[in-house]
């Protein structure tokens, strides 16, 4: 077990190697330069003291090099617009809101969608399912940007005076609900669907029914016997969700005006500011990847069964 | 693959092949469109999938067939006209600058449907390629080939469509798009294929066709490739949902097609500025993906009943 724990720890360094090595060489092919503004000329001398500043007069691997060196001691460097800023600021000001929206949409998520799943694997074929399952079948094909900006349309605006609910911002508790109602739909249709599947076939094993033949009620068959293993596929899930929750947050930070990460990265691209997309790009990398490392790692723990296969 | 293995020797050199895959061609053609047949039955036995099919069927005849037969140029801007309600001379009502939306949605939608199926055919030949090869060499190469896909998989897909849009540089077309959607989604595609190439090399007509000296190029082009076929079939529409959400939210966050040129995502985004007070111009581009998503959904659903049913879902 400890084996397998440290192993699937130690995979992800050459993984994160990789990746950031990927982001770095797309980066370095990104077409302009941040110092060479069309509008402001500036002296081939003061080109080349800010390429050596930033480093960007040494070849490319040395470039990656240092630029690995301060991922792993947690220094991002600094911006290339901003002056003053370093991506650790930009990071710190702005990851938090970002964390919070995804933390607080996969909550909503497992809150609602698992119970939603639950249910609807219980009365197969009847109301409850079909309405669960068409919801989620809905709920992850309407794209996020509707779903926000009905949200906003109704109970913000339209039924404004009875919920009272502001349109955008990140500020008070007021303000968190529909965005994370809006990020968290998807992920919530998704777990649903995933544990009534796999809760329907729990239901068939033998072990259930020897439960239920052996007398156990039936809350502690449902809590022991089929939650419980219904749940393994969830967690797994978690992983890939994760990067869901990255790429709509993009979405829903743009529509609520909430000054997250992924509002940030798209002002930094368009900003041509390299160090600060190549720092984003690498956080959420990073957060990925480890995620679906600790998603392993859990599946491991919760079945034995996977261990041998991977690493 | 009802097809009994008698039937097939007699009537061909190459069973797996003449048998799965080939519909015309040498031997009797009803025995050998069988497969096809079964799975047509399979497929239509799925009614939400045959519903879904004849509505992505409509929506595609609506993209193609309205610009065609439309009075209205689509991009002719008439102020007089702005915000008309729907009605019969405007269907879907008209856009802020005056023309017909029914028109409009249903260029964008030839620009989305265009995308989404660019972007899935792209990402089904790099996953082929990919997986058939990781898939068939197997061994050392197989398993550095697997965990390099692992790593891809910590990719987060939108900020590397996002990059790969900056890395090609000046305005997006279509098929920047198509190439920063693909570059950014093969990996499951790639996965899957290499999973049925390595179940196929343990079927016996694969192990004879070696056994009788078949090179393995050959192989590989006439009993491997082929016969993943059902699979890739089913993985154009599981792709497609992705990319064509994908397309819409670039669109709509400001980096994908760039007006007169409208998709679906980029129209619900000027629709987004007048929301409050004409809520139809984001409502009815948004519904169109979500329709042709479910749909999609819905389709792979039946497809996979339809040509792999071995693998089916509870």
Known sequence: MIRFIIGRILWTIPVLLLVILMTFLMMRHIQGNPFRHSERAVSPEIQANLERKFNLDKPWYEQYFLYVKGVATF???????????????????????????GFLAMLFAVVFGIPLGVIAALRPNTVFDYGAMLFSNVGFAVPSFLIATLLIYFFALKWGDIFGLPTSGWTGWQSKILPVIALGLGPMAYFARLVRGTMLETLQQDYVRTAKAKGLSGRRVLMVHVLKNSL????????????????????????FAIPGIGKYYITAVS???YSVVMGLTVLLSVIVIVANMIVDILYGVLDPRTREVRT | MVVSPQDQRMRSPDPAHSGDIQVAGAGTPIRQSSLWRDAKRRYVRNKGAVVAGAIFLIILAYCIIVPIVSPYDPDEVNFQDRFLPA?????FGTDAFGRDLFTRVALGGRISIMIGFAATFVILVIGLTY????????GWLDNAMMRFLDALYGLPYLPFAIITLAIIGGTPTKWTMVLALSIASWFTAARIVRGQIITLKQNDYVRAATAVGARWY???????????LGVLIIAIFLELPGVILGEAFLSFIGLGINPPAASWGSMAQEGRDVYRTHPSLILI??????TLV???????????????????ET
């Open chain 2, 131 to 138: 997986g058939s090869i990781s898939g068939f060499v197997g």
């Open chain 1, 271 to 273: 900003a041509r500011d």
């Open chain 1, 75 to 101: 220094d991002l460097g600094p911006s290339l617009v901003l002056r003053n800023q370093s991506v650790n600021d930009i990071v710190r000001e702005h990851f938090p809101k970002s964390l919070e929206l």
């Open chain 2, 87 to 91: 009605s019969l001379a405007h269907p």
């Open chain 1, 232 to 255: 393994i596929p969830a967690v797994t899930a978690a992983g890939p969700l994760l990067g869901f929750l990255i790429t709509g947050s993009f979405i829903i930070e743009f529509i």
């Open chain 2, 285 to 290: 581009p948004s519904l169109m993906i979500a």
């Open chain 2, 294 to 312: 479910l749909c999609a959904n819905f389709i792979a659903d039946g497809l996979r009943d339809a040509l792999d049913p071995r693998t089916k």
């Open chain 2, 218 to 228: 050959r192989v590989l082009a006439r009993h491997l490739v082929p016969n993943t």
